[in-house]
């Protein structure tokens, strides 16, 4: 649905974009996580056509942004950072204007516009001036506007941005049912939302793609924990023992029963090779799976890196 291959932009001196590449397929939802300033929104400029890359090519549905823009704004819906509305008019008027300006032939636009308003939850607030509206019901009506031509591809540029989090929570809620429907990609700098909302995440700092991955292979360690019940001689120097095996460390894990963290050396899952250990041995496994990570812990470690 989307490629984006080795993208490049500078501000004068400031290098926004250093060779971003990266393909997102039809159906998934996918978050572009980062710190202010690592270049989400120049991505997000360029894929919607509102900004020419110094280098790289982008393509939506295998039409090319720069040749085609029109092509490709016609199956994108696009919700910018702070969406600017005009504060007079009203939610009907708003969402009127809009599809005038997506050129919705008029016998079409009631059936568009009440589908969209139904969707966002706006049907009993079509009258009220968007002056008068609170900063959620503001941004249901900028997503209101970027579905109205029922787009594959929703692009969301901080969506949650200075929301209260009830409000956030509406929003997210309204983004997942969305995403049954079209393609989303999002941007936002806040780790909770990526964990509520997507299958995969893309973690940009200063310019370039720290990792892309889902979001359960990017919290999977090589590393395995294993709970028995009990203590069978020898096992931890046979767990040790084990291909790909650095270290074994008997903890604690509340309950009295014998618990091990097998560290791995290469990162590949150890999970089968202590199921088969535990079987030929006869121990009885209480518990074996993969250690995993929190998305915190993964973005400050990419921060570190960097
Ligand atoms: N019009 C511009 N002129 C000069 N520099 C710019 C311009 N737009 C963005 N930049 C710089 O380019 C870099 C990337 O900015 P961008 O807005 O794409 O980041 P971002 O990840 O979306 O951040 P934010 O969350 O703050 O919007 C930053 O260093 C920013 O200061």
């Given at each position: 649905m989307i490629r984006v291959q080795d993208l490049q932009?500078?501000?004068?001196?400031?290098?926004?974009?250093?060779?971003?590449?990266?393909?997102i397929a039809q159906g998934e939802i996918v978050g572009l996580l980062g710190p202010n300033g690592a270049g989400k929104t120049t991505i997000i400029k360029t894929i919607t056509g509102f900004l020419q890359p110094d280098a790289g090519v982008v393509e939506v549905?295998?039409?090319?942004?720069?040749?085609?823009?029109?092509?490709?704004?016609?199956?994108?819906?696009?919700?910018?950072?702070?969406?600017?509305?005009y504060p007079e008019l009203t939610v009907q008027a708003t969402l009127q204007l809009a599809a005038d300006l997506r050129e919705i032939p008029e016998d079409a636009q009631l059936e568009k516009i009440s589908r969209a308003v139904y969707?966002?939850?706006?049907?009993?607030?079509?009258?009220?001036?968007?002056?008068?509206?609170?900063?959620?019901?503001?941004?249901?009506?900028?997503?209101?506007?970027?579905?109205?031509?029922?787009?594959?591809?929703?692009?969301?540029?901080?969506?949650?941005?200075?929301?209260?989090?009830?409000?956030?929570?509406?929003?997210?809620?309204?983004?997942?049912?969305?995403?049954?429907?079209?393609?989303v990609l999002f941007s936002t700098h806040i780790l909770p939302e990526v964990e509520a909302l997507c299958d995969r995440v893309i973690i940009l700092m200063?310019?370039?793609?720290?990792?892309?991955?889902?979001?359960?292979?990017?919290?999977?360690?090589?590393?395995?924990?294993?709970?028995?019940?009990?203590?069978?001689?020898?096992?931890?120097?046979?767990?040790?023992?084990?291909?790909g095996v650095e270290k074994v460390e008997a903890f604690e894990n509340g309950d009295a029963h014998p618990a091990y963290r097998v560290l791995g050396n290469n990162g590949a899952d150890l999970?089968?090779?202590?199921?088969?250990?535990?079987?030929?041995?006869?121990?009885?496994?209480?518990?074996?799976?993969?250690?995993?990570?929190?998305?915190?812990?993964?973005?400050?470690?990419?921060?570190?890196?960097?």
């Open positions: 932009k500078a501000y004068g001196n400031v290098q926004a974009l250093r060779g971003v590449s990266f393909d549905d295998g039409i090319d942004v720069m040749q085609d823009p029109r092509g490709v704004q016609a199956r994108i819906g696009y919700l910018p950072e702070n969406a600017p509305l969707a966002v939850g706006l049907e009993k607030h079509l009258t009220r001036p968007i002056g008068t509206l609170s900063k959620g019901f503001r941004q249901r009506v900028g997503l209101a506007q970027a579905i109205l031509h029922q787009p594959p591809l929703l692009i969301l540029d901080e969506p949650t941005v200075g929301l209260d989090p009830r409000q956030i929570v509406e929003i997210r809620g309204l983004i997942k049912s969305l995403a049954g429907q079209s393609t200063n310019g370039e793609i720290r990792a892309n991955a889902r979001l359960d292979e990017l919290a999977a360690t090589g590393n395995a924990v294993v709970v028995l019940g009990e203590r069978p001689a020898g096992a931890e120097s046979l767990l040790r023992g084990l291909p999970t089968p090779a202590i199921y088969q250990l535990a079987a030929a041995n006869g121990w009885r496994l209480r518990e074996l799976r993969r250690d995993t990570r929190s998305l915190e812990s993964i973005f400050n470690e990419i921060a570190m890196a960097a």
